[in-house]
């Protein structure tokens, strides 16, 4: 390997454990706790090599943010190839958003704050868009009308980010409590399997449109 290339791959592995660094950081404790003197002290260097990569912190946020929207659509596109119909396609693609929510449940929360929403339209425009069309095409083959289909894709959306920040602000501890104070055995058992809940209420959802 050259001089060149070690630097090159050297250059990329500190980006990424700056990058992973953030993600720790605000996994334990929040984003607001993710400075650039906290990722250089996780990291164990100096704030200037931190710049060196970085023009600031929010520059972090951004490419932190990119990098959950491109795993996302790389799922997406698994999904798109996949010979499915769209009612089925639609059902794997909210489950993709509730996978990734709760393994990665403070990047899906950068994601989808909406003080850096603008930002990342900027960036990820193009994406976008092609996402929004895919998504019209899917409910029109469901028999959505044109004039219904950005109610029902918002509804759809809502759905999806309720119940995700429902289930993901909730701490196992504070849940476990929660349940045990309920007076209602068969709600407390519905929370039990989470995921199966959110799969039933979307499908639910989905069918109820071809009815």
Not at 1 to 23: F, G, H, Y
Not at 57 to 74: N, P, Q, T
Not at 87 to 113: C, D, G
Not at 173 to 199: G, S
Request: charged share 30%.
């Amino acid at each position: 390997m050259s001089t060149t290339e070690r630097r090159v791959r050297q250059k990329a592995e500190i980006r990424q454990r700056i990058l992973d660094a953030a993600r720790q950081i605000a996994r334990e404790k929040d984003w607001n706790a993710v400075t650039i003197r906290s990722i250089a002290d996780a990291i164990e260097y100096t704030a200037p090599i931190v710049y060196e990569h970085f023009e600031n912190k929010e520059d972090v946020l951004l490419s932190i943010a990119r990098e959950g929207h491109e795993e996302v659509k790389r799922s997406f596109d698994t999904v798109m190839a996949m010979g499915l119909n769209a009612e089925e396609k639609l059902a794997r693609l909210s489950m993709v958003q509730w996978h990734f929510a709760t393994a990665q449940p403070e990047v899906f929360r950068l994601m989808h704050n909406p003080e850096r929403m603008e930002q990342q339209r900027e960036q990820m425009r193009d994406d976008m868009q092609e996402a929004r069309f895919r998504m019209e095409s899917l409910f029109g083959e469901l028999g959505v009308s044109e004039a219904e289909k950005p109610e029902i894709i918002f509804n759809w959306f809502c759905l999806m980010l309720g119940y995700i920040n429902l289930i993901t602000n909730i701490k196992p501890d504070e849940a476990a409590r929660h349940l045990k104070k309920m007076d209602d055995p068969q709600m407390a058992a519905l929370f039990q399997n989470p995921t199966a809940l959110y799969e039933r209420a979307i499908r639910r959802f989905l069918h109820n449109l071809t009815c």
